[in-house]
C-alpha cells in the first residue's frame, strides 16, 4: 500500500476524468476491457486508483480505467489513494509510478510518457532517481532512448504499447520514415511474425531502403505483384516474402541460389542422396549425403563409394 496517501471514499462527480496530465496510455487504449468491468462488477475495486486534489477537483494520477468502468455502471462512491495538492512533484511522481506497477506492468510506450510528463515537473537527477524502479541504472541516456520512442509514427507507438512488435524492433524503426515504419508494421501485423523474424525484416527492409533510396511500399509493390491472389497461407507467404527481400538484398546469392537449383535439378540424384551448397553461398563448396536403410546396405556399397573418395 500508499502510507503516504490515505484511502477514502470519494464521490465520482468530484474526479475530473477528463484531465489527461498524468495518463500514460496512448489514445489508442482507452477501451475498458470486459475483464476489468466484470472484476469490479464481482468484487468491487481492490486496487483503489491514485489520485491527487487541485482546489475543489480531484485529478487522476493512476487507476483511470477503474474510475471510468465504476462510473459506467453509475456507482457514486468509489475508494481512493488521495495526495495533498501540497505533495511535492518528486513523492507524487514516485508514488504513481509505484501504484501503477502494483500487480502490473508498463509498456515501453507507457514509461516513455511517464518519463516525458515526469520531466516537466522535475531536474534531471530527480527524474534519474526514478529509472531504479523499473529496474534501469540511472543513466540519462534511457531517458533520451524514452524520448526516442515517442518520436516514432503513431502506429508503431500503437503497435509497441500492444506488444505486436518488440522494443528492438521500435528502436530499429526510428530510422525509417513515418511510411516506411507504417508499411513495416502492417507487415509484421498481416503476417504476424516472431522476434526472429521482426528481426530479419527490419534488417532486410533497411539495407534496402538505404541503398535503393525508394519507399518500402513502392519496394513492396514489386512483391506483391509475383503473388498469387488465391493465396492464402499466412506462414508461408510470410517465409516467401523474407526470402524475397532477402534475395533483394543480396541478389549476386540469390542467382547463385538459382543456378544451383537448375543444377540439382539436372543431376536427378536418387532420393536416398541430398546434394548441400555452402550455407549463404558464401564459396563454391558442396556436401553430398547419402542415406542407407542400415548397416548391411551401407557395407554392401562402402567399398565402391571408398575407390571413389581415394
Given at each position: 500500500?500508499?502510507?503516504?496517501?490515505?484511502?477514502?471514499?470519494?464521490?465520482?462527480?468530484?474526479?475530473?476524468?477528463?484531465?489527461?496530465?498524468?495518463?500514460?496510455?496512448?489514445?489508442?487504449?482507452?477501451?475498458?476491457?470486459?475483464?476489468?468491468?466484470?472484476?469490479?462488477?464481482?468484487?468491487?475495486?481492490?486496487?483503489?486508483?491514485?489520485?491527487?486534489?487541485?482546489?475543489?477537483?480531484?485529478i487522476i494520477l493512476s487507476g483511470r480505467k477503474r474510475i471510468q468502468a465504476v462510473n459506467k455502471h453509475g456507482i457514486e462512491n468509489i475508494p481512493c489513494f488521495i495526495l495533498d495538492e501540497k505533495t511535492g512533484p518528486s513523492i507524487k511522481?514516485?508514488?504513481?509510478?509505484?501504484?501503477?506497477?502494483?500487480?502490473?506492468?508498463?509498456?515501453?510506450?507507457?514509461?516513455?510518457?511517464?518519463?516525458?510528463?515526469?520531466?516537466?515537473?522535475?531536474?534531471?537527477?530527480?527524474?534519474?532517481?526514478?529509472?531504479?524502479?523499473?529496474?534501469?541504472?540511472?543513466?540519462?541516456?534511457?531517458?533520451?532512448?524514452?524520448?526516442?520512442?515517442?518520436?516514432?509514427?503513431?502506429?508503431?507507438?500503437?503497435?509497441?504499447?500492444?506488444?505486436?512488435?518488440?522494443?528492438?524492433?521500435?528502436?530499429?524503426?526510428?530510422?525509417?520514415?513515418?511510411?516506411?515504419?507504417?508499411?513495416?508494421?502492417?507487415?509484421?501485423?498481416?503476417?504476424?511474425?516472431?522476434?526472429?523474424?521482426?528481426?530479419?525484416?527490419?534488417?532486410?527492409?533497411?539495407?534496402?531502403?538505404?541503398?535503393?533510396?525508394?519507399?518500402?511500399?513502392?519496394?513492396?509493390?514489386?512483391?506483391?505483384?509475383?503473388?498469387?491472389?488465391?493465396?492464402?497461407?499466412?506462414?508461408?507467404?510470410?517465409?516467401?516474402?523474407?526470402?524475397?527481400?532477402?534475395?533483394?538484398?543480396?541478389?549476386?546469392?540469390?542467382?547463385?541460389?538459382?543456378?544451383?537449383?537448375?543444377?540439382?535439378?539436372?543431376?536427378?540424384?536418387?532420393?536416398?542422396?541430398?546434394?548441400?551448397?555452402?550455407?549463404?553461398?558464401?564459396?563454391?563448396?558442396?556436401?553430398?549425403?547419402?542415406?542407407?536403410?542400415?548397416?548391411?546396405?551401407?557395407?554392401?556399397?562402402?567399398?565402391?563409394?571408398?575407390?571413389?573418395?581415394?
Open positions: 500500500m500508499i502510507p503516504q496517501a490515505p484511502c477514502r471514499l470519494l464521490s465520482s462527480r468530484k474526479i475530473d476524468s477528463s484531465d489527461s496530465t498524468y495518463r500514460l496510455r496512448p489514445e489508442s487504449d482507452q477501451e475498458i476491457t470486459p475483464s476489468l468491468t466484470e472484476s469490479i462488477e464481482k468484487v468491487g475495486i481492490l486496487h483503489p486508483p491514485l489520485l491527487v486534489k487541485k482546489k475543489f477537483r480531484y511522481w514516485q508514488l504513481l509510478l509505484s501504484h501503477a506497477l502494483i500487480g502490473s506492468t508498463l509498456s515501453i510506450i507507457e514509461q516513455a510518457n511517464f518519463f516525458f510528463k515526469a520531466e516537466s515537473q522535475l531536474t534531471e537527477q530527480q527524474t534519474l532517481s526514478l529509472l531504479p524502479l523499473l529496474g534501469i541504472k540511472p543513466h540519462a541516456y534511457k531517458l533520451k532512448k524514452f524520448a526516442m520512442y515517442r518520436k516514432l509514427d503513431q502506429t508503431t507507438i500503437d503497435a509497441l504499447h500492444s506488444g505486436h512488435i518488440q522494443e528492438k524492433t521500435g528502436s530499429k524503426l526510428s530510422k525509417l520514415s513515418s511510411e516506411d515504419q507504417q508499411t513495416v508494421v502492417h507487415l509484421i501485423n498481416h503476417f504476424k511474425l516472431s522476434g526472429s523474424k521482426q528481426k530479419k525484416l527490419i534488417t532486410f527492409v533497411i539495407d534496402l531502403i538505404m541503398r535503393t533510396k525508394r519507399p518500402l511500399k513502392t519496394i513492396m509493390s514489386e512483391w506483391e505483384k509475383q503473388q498469387d491472389i488465391g493465396q492464402d497461407n499466412r506462414p508461408q507467404q510470410a517465409m516467401a516474402c523474407l526470402h524475397w527481400l532477402e534475395g533483394q538484398c543480396f541478389p549476386k546469392r540469390n542467382a547463385a541460389e538459382q543456378e544451383f537449383q537448375r543444377f540439382h535439378h539436372g543431376l536427378q540424384l536418387p532420393e536416398n542422396m541430398i546434394l548441400q551448397h555452402t550455407p549463404s553461398f558464401e564459396d563454391n563448396g558442396l556436401t553430398l549425403s547419402i542415406s542407407f536403410t542400415d548397416q548391411s546396405a551401407f557395407l554392401k556399397h562402402w567399398k565402391n563409394i571408398k575407390k571413389h573418395l581415394k
